[in-house]
Structures are given as C-alpha cells and as structure tokens.
C-alpha cells in the first residue's frame, strides 16, 4: 500500500519560513518524480514544485519562484518543500504528490498517489 504522509505544516507569521516533509512507502521512491501542490479555501488546487527522480531538475511556480525551494533525498524516501518569506496568501493546504514523469508531476490528471495534506497558514 502506497502512503505519501505529510509533516511540518502550522501557524506562521508574515515573513516567517517552515519546512514541509512528506515521507513515501509501499512504492519504489527513487523511480518516481515527486511534487507539492496547494489549496486554498475556495481555490483550485495549483501546482507549486516538482523534482525529478534524481533531484537533478527541478521546477517551481512563478508564484513561489524565489521563495520555495524543493528537494529529495531518496535514502530517506523523502521529498521536502523549504518555504522562506512566506505570505498570507500562501495559506493552504499542501500535499505531496508522485507521478511518473516530469511533465505528470505539474498536473493535477497526472499525480498517481497524493498525501492527505498539511494545512499551512500565514497571518498578517
């Protein structure tokens, strides 16, 4: 069974930084590329960072460009997402994602496994 399970979410302040975790099992994690999405109340789910298998490539949003970074390190079977400067309209849930190509992993239609999320939220 697969599981993506999510840690570092809370309650931060403008400006503030959190690290989110997001730990795989039941799938073989080194040959999969990883991603983060969010959601926020009222809002379609967007993409936010992807990385290839071997953590060479990378992707981010415009929106996050700058200010998010995102990483793997496949020893652990674990994809994090480093949020710095972080602002209230990055409050969202976040989930991690896995899917099988680089191109999958940046839509919704091509995640195969999500995690349950991790609510993030940013006061003013």
């Known amino acids: 069974q697969v599981q993506l399970v999510e840690s570092g979410g809370g309650l931060v302040q403008d400006g503030a930084s959190l690290r989110l975790s997001c730990r795989a099992s039941?799938?073989?994690?080194?040959?999969?590329?990883m991603g983060w999405f969010r959601q926020a109340p009222g809002k379609e789910r967007e993409f936010v960072g992807g990385?290839?298998?071997?953590?060479?490539?990378?992707r981010h949003a415009d929106s996050v460009k700058g200010r998010f970074t995102i990483s793997r390190d496949n020893a652990k079977n674990t994809v994090y997402l480093e949020m710095n400067s972080l602002k209230p309209e990055d409050t969202a849930v976040y989930s991690c994602?896995?899917?099988?190509?680089?191109?999958?992993?940046?839509?919704?239609?091509?995640?195969?496994?999500w995690g349950q999320g991790t609510q993030v939220t940013v006061s003013s």
């Open positions: 990385i290839s298998q071997s953590g060479a490539r990378t």
């Open positions: 994602a896995a899917a099988t190509s680089f191109f999958a992993a940046t839509t919704e239609e091509g995640i195969r496994y």
């Open positions: 039941g799938l073989p994690f080194n040959t999969y590329v």
